[in-house]
């Protein structure tokens, strides 16, 4: 080990042998310093995962698209792989085909990870549950415990927090990019052109519907494919009593009308005198005001489904989905208003949370954000500071979602921060609009290409610069 006087003597402690605190062991020792790893299983299991393997996949194979220059996730990827993430060096290696995605071979990327922690001489890996606040002596720790985390840790965490519930059913509602709505379509109001704090009275985009467009799209909302529960999943209470819209549906053709698509209060301007029979919502969901969330529309439809079914909703017919609705159990921090810019709780600093538990979602952006929580941790360790990627990049993008670019709900709603991929609508807009070679204006599908690409092009250079600034520092430090 690199000795630092007495700091070195201290290891850091990460909770957590998932995919975020594998990341984040990793990134420690390879700055020189010594990791404890403590993972709970095999002694306990959580609900999902099925062996005692470091970095498990619980669900899917794949790592969505490795396309860098035109998605956002595949930029992710570029970026983790940047900074020498372990997570991406072994899912790299155990990958299978699967066209512009990485897929990899689920038992030998786990197994791989696992090797690379265990054989690490920096690394020692406690299989042990920590059942509770982590000891007052543990002055630098990571918990990434994951959505799945023990009920004694999250009840220990929830009463750190006072926050009213940690882990419930998570009913996520879908997110469109705003540039998708047609706004010859909808239109921009509050119900009854309410102001509330921080409004404007114009704050909602609203999408009308006819009578026979409100029936059919009930109908289409019952004929839809579902995603079944799983067994373990039925006893987790709805969070906030949010109950699905299909399930709504179910009690009634009018419930909805009397729930998220009440049409009073709303004026359509373009058709004043007649009232639209329902309206659909859409909250901002992002200070960027790029991501709009639609209200109440809470689902477990199957994704295909949703795309289909809500594209028949006027002023949607091209929207673009950021995410998807779904409902699962989940233990995430309300973390914009609990975590600090270093990922760190404010109620008590020395523990710094990563994975999904901060409010990012899926398997690559809970790893990228155990790369930065345990970067942040060896900085703090060596007792020097280390600033944040920039907002450009993905890795600054998902930070900026988790710790400060959402905005709370602005009518005194339930808690409003969910977990959400890594996608361009958490990126500061373009300077300019980029144009053809011969400097015409570009249209259609050619200009959000360009677009995209400008975005990745724009990220892979801030993020090499923010690299090599943070090589230069551990030199220094
Ligand atoms: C059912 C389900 C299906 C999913 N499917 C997908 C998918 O298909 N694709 C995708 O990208 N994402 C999926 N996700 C999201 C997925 O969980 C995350 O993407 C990712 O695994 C989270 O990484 P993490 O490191 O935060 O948590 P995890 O990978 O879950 O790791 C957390 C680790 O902490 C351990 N642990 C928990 N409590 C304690 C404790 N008190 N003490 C010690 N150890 C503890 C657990 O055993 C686990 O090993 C799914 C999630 C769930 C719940």
């Given at each position: 080990m690199t000795s630092r006087g007495n700091r070195a003597l201290n290891p850091i402690h990460v909770v957590g042998g998932g995919l975020a605190g594998s990341e984040a062991a990793w990134q420690i020792a390879a700055q020189g310093l010594a990791v404890v790893l403590h993972e709970m299983r095999p002694l306990r299991m959580t609900e999902a995962h099925q062996t005692d393997q470091l970095a498990e996949l619980v669900c899917s194979n794949s790592f969505r698209s490795d396309d860098a220059e035109t998605n956002a996730v595949g930029l992710l990827h570029a970026e983790m792989r940047l900074a020498g993430s372990l997570i991406m060096r072994e899912a790299d290696a155990n990958q299978v085909p699967a066209g512009g995605a990485l897929a990899v071979d689920r038992g030998g990327f786990s197994a791989a990870v696992h090797q690379a922690i265990e054989n690490h001489p920096l690394i020692e890996v406690r299989r042990e549950e920590v059942a509770g606040l982590p000891p007052a002596d543990w002055d630098n720790v990571i918990v990434a415990t994951g959505p799945l985390t023990s009920a004694p840790l999250a009840d220990a965490i929830r009463a750190l927090t006072g926050e009213a519930?940690?882990?419930?059913?998570?009913?996520?509602?879908?997110?469109?990019?705003?540039?998708?709505?047609?706004?010859?379509?909808?239109?921009?109001?509050?119900r009854y052109d309410k102001q509330g704090p921080g409004g404007s009275g114009a704050d909602y985009i609203n999408c009308p519907l006819t009578s026979e467009q409100y029936?059919?799209?009930?109908?289409?909302?019952?004929?839809?494919?579902?995603?079944?529960?799983?067994?373990?999943?039925?006893?987790?209470p709805y969070f906030d009593g949010c109950l699905p819209i299909e399930v709504m549906a179910e009690r009634g053709p009018e419930t909805l009308r009397h729930g998220p698509m009440k049409p009073v209060g709303l004026t359509d301007p373009r058709n004043p005198l007649v009232k639209p029979y329902g309206i659909v919502q859409l909250r901002q969901d992002n200070k960027l005001g790029t991501l709009y969330n639609m209200v109440g529309f809470q689902t477990k439809l199957k994704h295909a489904e949703q795309v289909r079914i809500f594209r028949t909703i006027p002023g949607l017919e091209r929207a673009e989905f950021a995410r998807l609705g779904g409902l699962h159990?989940?233990?995430?921090?309300?973390?914009?208003?609990?975590?600090?810019?270093?990922?760190?709780?404010?109620?008590?600093?020395?523990?710094?949370?990563?994975?999904?538990?901060?409010?990012?979602?899926?398997?690559?952006?809970?790893a990228g954000v155990g790369l930065l929580?345990?970067?942040?941790?060896?900085?703090?360790?060596?007792?020097?500071?280390?600033?944040?990627?920039?907002?450009?990049?993905?890795?600054?993008?998902?930070?900026g979602h988790i710790t400060g670019g959402h905005i709370e709900t602005i009518d005194a709603g339930p808690r409003s921060f969910q977990p959400m991929n890594v996608n361009f609508g958490l990126f500061p807009p373009l300077a300019s609009t980029p144009k053809a070679p011969d400097g015409k204006r570009l249209r259609g599908p050619e200009k959000a290409l360009a677009k995209k690409?400008?975005?990745?092009?724009?990220?892979?250079?801030?993020?090499?610069?923010?690299?090599?600034?943070?090589?230069?520092?551990?030199?220094?430090?």
């Open positions: 519930s940690l882990a419930f059913f998570d009913a996520i509602a879908p997110i469109v990019h705003r540039d998708s709505i047609d706004m010859n379509v909808a239109w921009f109001q509050s029936e059919a799209f009930i109908a289409a909302l019952l004929a839809g494919g579902k995603t079944e529960f799983r067994e373990w999943e039925t006893n987790t159990r989940n233990t995430f921090l309300n973390s914009p208003v609990l975590l600090d810019g270093e990922l760190r709780l404010r109620a008590a600093p020395r523990l710094r949370f990563a994975g999904q538990m901060t409010g990012c979602e899926g398997y690559v952006e809970s929580a345990g970067r942040f941790a060896a900085a703090q360790a060596r007792g020097a500071s280390l600033t944040a990627p920039p907002p450009t990049t993905a890795l600054g993008a998902l930070l690409r400008a975005l990745t092009s724009r990220a892979l250079s801030d993020f090499r610069g923010w690299i090599e600034a943070c090589g230069a520092r551990e030199v220094a430090a």
